[in-house]
Structures are given as structure tokens and as C-alpha cells.
């Protein structure tokens, strides 16, 4: 496939699955949902490979890696962050999470020597860390009580965290197929989550019930195979022949999405401020994606 178009269709995956979080989330606990998301996109997957009678050809050392990695990237990328955004506006949520990313990846790899950033990555970074502000404006200036305040840190934690295993996942992405990547990713990553749910969220035998309601039906569904299999699949298919900060530019793209599929499904009003922030997000990105 084709680089750019897979990361414009990784985009739209990512993008469209804000409206479909917000329809789950609604009914189940946002970090157990996560874990049944993944555990059940790990599934699929694994019986995809079972009916083709394919044989993975990740190493053991390499799976070990992989689950390993699996910690920052899915249980306390995906853990933290979801467990952050309950105690957060929407807008400050998204400005930390996406902001993080970007800079964390940026980041760790001047500090690694993994690639070599140049002007146009910086500017285009700044530049959409800039649009985010401006997109979420109106989040910003909320007081923020002493609870919301951990929450950003630990918000900004999850987010650098999945920064660091995007740099460190990005050689074993150019030497395994992009599906077994993601299978060994999610599956014991989700399991995780799950168990993180069961612990610290209101779990219950009507929980399960929930899932099976067809509006909470649909939303995992669409998070299961748009979110996790279609988008991490993509994602580490472009870690394989990008360098990390070149894809960490769905950051910018991935509001903008999210922005036009809320005015459009959902009939929210998208303000003048906003459709500026997003020209300068397009324009971070374009920035961010030159070769």
C-alpha cells in the first residue's frame, strides 16, 4: 500500500472513533471497555491467522519484547489516558494527550540517535501544538482542582510513555508483517487493561449486560475493527518506513477528523476559532509529513 494513503486512512480510522468512544463510554467504564476493545481485536486477529493456517514468525525473544512493550504503549498509553479523561474536559484531554505524543516522540528520538529531526519537523510539531491550543481554547482557562491536576500529569505520563515505545517499537516494525505486530501488541496489553477495569472501575455482571446494548454493540464494534486492528495495523505498517516523528503527525490530523464527524453525526457547532485551529493543525502536519 501506498505510504501516504495508508496514513490517511490510519487518520480517518483514529479520527472516527472519538464519536464511537463517546457512544460506548456512555454505558461501560471507559478502561475496561479499552481492555475488551483489544482483547477482542487480539481475537480476531489471532483467528484470521488460525484459518489461513498461517504460523507467526515473531521469535520468542521478540514476542517477550513485544509484551513488553505492550506495558507503555497499550496498558499505560491507553490505561492512564483513559483513566485521566474522566476527571478532565474533553478539549484539555485531547491538547494534553496529542501534544505529549508529538513531543515525547520527538523527544526520545534526538535522545536515542534513532533519526535525525529536521527544521521543517520542528516547526510543523510546534506549529500543530499550537493549533491544539487553539482548537481547545475554551477548555483551558477552567480552574482546575487539585484531582484534575494529577490527572493532567498522569494524562501527560500515558501519553510520553507511548511516545518512548513508538521510537523503541519501530525497529521490530520494519522486521515483522504489520498484523502480527499488533496482534502481539494488543493481546497481552488488553488483557491488562481488563484486569485494570476489573480493579479500579464499578464492574459488574450488568457492565457485561451493557456491551450487548446495540448502540454500546456498535461503538465497540467500530473501536475493535476501525480503532485497534485497522489503525494500529497501519500505524506500525508506517513505523516500518517512516520515522517516528513523520508518523506521530496523525496527532494534528486526527482532531481536525474528529471535529468535522462531531458537526456532521453528532450536530455539535464547530466555531470560527476552530476552523482556524484546524488550518494551522493541516498546515503542522503538512509540515511535520515532508520527507
Known amino acids: 500500500m501506498n505510504p501516504p494513503l495508508a496514513f490517511a486512512l490510519m487518520c480517518l480510522a483514529w479520527g472516527s472513533t472519538f464519536v464511537a468512544l463517546k457512544v460506548a463510554a456512555a454505558s461501560v467504564p471507559p478502561v475496561f471497555l479499552s481492555g475488551v476493545r483489544f482483547v477482542l481485536a487480539a481475537a480476531l486477529i489471532l483467528a484470521w491467522f488460525a484459518l489461513r493456517r498461517t504460523v507467526l514468525e515473531v521469535s520468542g525473544p521478540d514476542r517477550l519484547r513485544l509484551a513488553g512493550l505492550s506495558v507503555f504503549s497499550i496498558m499505560l498509553g491507553y490505561g492512564l489516558g483513559f483513566w485521566s479523561i474522566t476527571y478532565l474536559s474533553s478539549g484539555l484531554a485531547a491538547v494534553v494527550n496529542f501534544s505529549s505524543v508529538s513531543l515525547s516522540i520527538l523527544g526520545f528520538s534526538l535522545l536515542l540517535g534513532r533519526e535525525r529531526v529536521t527544521p521543517s519537523k520542528h516547526w510543523g510539531i510546534g506549529l500543530g501544538v499550537a493549533g491544539l491550543m487553539l482548537l481547545f481554547a475554551p477548555s483551558l482557562g477552567l480552574e482546575q482542582t487539585s484531582q484534575q491536576a494529577l490527572a493532567v500529569l498522569v494524562m501527560a505520563l500515558g501519553s510520553s510513555v507511548y511516545g518512548l515505545s513508538t521510537v523503541l517499537l519501530r525497529p521490530l516494525a520494519a522486521k515483522y508483517p504489520p498484523l502480527e505486530i499488533t496482534s502481539s501488541q494488543m493481546l497481552p496489553g488488553g488483557v491488562m487493561l481488563l484486569l485494570a477495569g ?94
Open 198 to 291: 476489573w480493579w479500579i472501575e464499578p464492574v459488574s455482571a450488568q457492565t457485561l449486560t451493557h456491551l450487548l446494548e446495540p448502540p454500546v454493540a456498535f461503538g465497540l464494534a467500530y473501536l475493535v475493527l476501525a480503532g485497534s486492528i485497522l489503525g494500529l495495523t497501519l500505524y506500525y505498517y508506517l513505523l516500518a518506513r517512516w520515522p517516528a516523528t513523520r508518523v506521530s503527525s496523525y496527532t494534528f490530523v486526527c482532531p481536525v477528523i474528529a471535529l468535522v464527524l462531531g458537526a456532521v453525526l453528532l450536530g455539535e457547532r464547530v466555531t470560527a476559532m476552530e476552523l482556524v485551529a484546524s488550518l494551522v493543525l493541516l498546515g503542522g502536519a503538512a509540515l511535520a509529513l515532508r520527507p
